[in-house]
């Protein structure tokens, strides 16, 4: 198993997880983001955690992006707290 950092991941998932960080007043640079990959994209996992302090919630990312989707329900549903003041 390989562990990967967030500048790893393919542009289009960046992208999508930076404008999903936006929508809801976060930077990326709020979020700890690790991919734990064995070269298969079915075992995919990418792990996001908040650097101040949060669990790490896991994605599966069998279908490409479509994990920043999931994230983005979490961001909604305050799984990762409220963003930081500037």
Do not use: N
């Amino acid at each position: 198993m390989v562990l990967k950092r967030y500048h790893e991941l393919p542009a289009e998932e960046r992208d999508a997880f930076e404008a999903a960080c936006a929508r809801h007043g976060f930077v990326v640079e709020d979020f700890e983001v690790t991919v734990d990959d064995d070269g298969s994209d079915a075992q995919r996992t990418i792990s996001v955690g908040r650097v101040v302090g949060s669990q790490f919630e896991r994605y599966a990312r069998a279908d490409g992006a479509a994990w920043v989707g999931r994230f983005e329900r979490d961001l909604a549903g305050d799984v990762f707290g409220f963003p930081l003041a500037d």
